[in-house]
């Protein structure tokens, strides 16, 4: 009796020592864990990228989704560039979330981000455009929380398959038939690439503030970089110093240079309606980890636009091969100049149309997002109309088509070189 008590007092003091090993083992590591935070010089990693996204979304969408990693592989077959890193054959993934309510013949609409930035950004659009469509949002290879291969592209042509081929063999992992496509800034240029390649794919093209058609700079960018600021920031352009290494080299000042930027662009100086405080301390988090991450779909810059963000290979010199009805979204406030855009649209021979989005500038989606679902819807008509007294029939209030271009006023664009 005294043996027995005496076995299980010692095998009581043995599992408190476990415990208490173990407790001290967990506080170690835990702090092991702060103290590396706080020696990374740039306090980012992929997993904070995509918890920075998964607090963006669940806290200002309320429809449900599913996040996934998507496995395009580590190469499309015969592709002449891939997006795997160099001596590698590891395969990579495209981070997609998806809004399916699972309503019968739904479209789907698949949306490509712009430079430097997420399938994130589109948070305020989530929910109007899942009541419509099946919606896929991706983070391109090379940003947000997908694969960050080494950028080895050597020239234009290379860097726009690197886009073109990563979003098809997406396409394919996804089992995806035709869909509607919807990109924003470069992301329209990418998607604008892969519409050419692949029309069989694409039933409706939406670029929103698109950039890549034209080839000539804006007379006040001609004349700043006639001037040794615009010759060095020319220089350093060149030689492909983006912003993002900006944020990195100032390390722990970069989430508070990424508040100041976010409070003002979207806040103080906001073209249409401003962050709350809310969301522009969440948004901010997700931009900081989306540009301190690790380098890659960022080096595009240089090989697709020359400084001002004049294309290299300009849209309009494809436009009379386009195959895909397209419909151009810009706000009325854009720096981007939507007059490329029209004049392109008239080499077409295909069904376009320009809607342009009052009080919204370059992220016209975030800016306006009312009118700017207003300005899809209407593009889609095709595809969500029940019958002509359909709301979607009708252009909303404010939006506006501009006039189509005389022949005199397109006939320079034909020999855009």
């Not at 007092?9 to 864990?33: I, P, V």
């Not at 609409?109 to 589109?122: C, E, I, N, T």
């Not at 690197?162 to 919807?182: H, P, Q, T």
């Not at 909303?396 to 088509?401: F, K």
Request: hydrophobic share 40%; glycine share 8%.
């Amino acid at each position: 009796m005294r043996r027995a008590v005496l076995k299980r007092m010692a095998e009581k003091n043995s599992l408190q020592h476990s415990a208490a090993e173990l407790s001290a083992d967990a506080n170690s590591k835990s702090w092991m864990n702060a103290c590396k935070q706080c020696l990374r010089w740039s306090p980012t990693t992929k997993e904070d990228t995509v918890q920075a996204e998964k607090r963006l979304l669940t806290s200002l969408v309320k429809t449900p989704y599913i996040q996934q990693q998507v496995n395009i592989g580590s190469g499309a077959p015969c592709a002449r560039v891939h997006w795997f890193r160099s001596q590698s054959n590891e395969d990579r993934f495209i981070n997609t979330v998806t809004f399916d309510k699972g309503a019968p013949n739904t479209p789907t609409l698949v949306m490509v981000h712009g430079y430097g930035a997420g399938q994130g950004f589109f948070f305020r659009n989530f929910d109007a455009l899942a009541e419509k469509f099946r919606v896929h949002a991706i983070d391109q290879i090379g940003w947000g929380a997908s694969s960050r291969p080494d950028f080895t592209c050597k020239s234009t042509e290379e860097t726009e398959s690197w886009f073109v081929d990563s979003l098809e063999e997406w396409r394919k992992a996804m089992k995806l038939g035709k869909f509607i496509l919807l990109g924003h800034s470069l992301g329209g240029y990418v998607a604008a690439r892969y519409a050419l390649k692949h029309p069989e794919n694409v039933e409706h093209l939406i670029l929103v503030g698109s950039v890549g058609f034209s080839s000539e700079l804006d007379q006040r960018v001609l004349e700043f970089r006639s001037t040794w600021k615009g010759a060095f920031i020319n220089y350093l352009w060149e030689s492909n110093v983006t912003p993002q290494k900006f944020v990195r080299f100032i390390g722990p000042w970069g989430p508070q240079i990424v508040r100041g930027y976010t409070g003002a662009r979207f806040g103080t100086r906001a073209v249409g309606t401003v962050l709350d405080e809310n969301e522009s301390k969440l948004l901010s988090d997700y931009i900081f980890h989306t540009l301190a991450a690790r380098p890659s779909g960022e080096y595009c810059l240089k090989y697709i636009f020359a400084f001002g963000a004049s294309a290299r290979l300009p849209l309009t010199q494809s436009a009379p091969d386009w195959k895909v009805p397209t419909s151009f979204i810009y706000g009325t406030e854009d720096w981007m100049d939507w007059k490329g855009a029209q004049q392109a649209s008239q080499l077409m021979n295909v069904p376009t149309e320009i809607i342009r989005v009052p009080q919204g500038g370059h992220f016209v989606f975030m800016d306006n997002a009312r009118d700017f679902h207003s300005a899809v819807f209407y593009a889609c008509r095709k595809f969500l109309s029940n019958g002509p007294d359909d709301s979607v029939n009708k252009l909303a209030p404010g939006l506006s088509i501009p006039p189509r271009l005389s022949k005199d006023e397109i006939t320079s664009t034909k020999n855009v070189k």
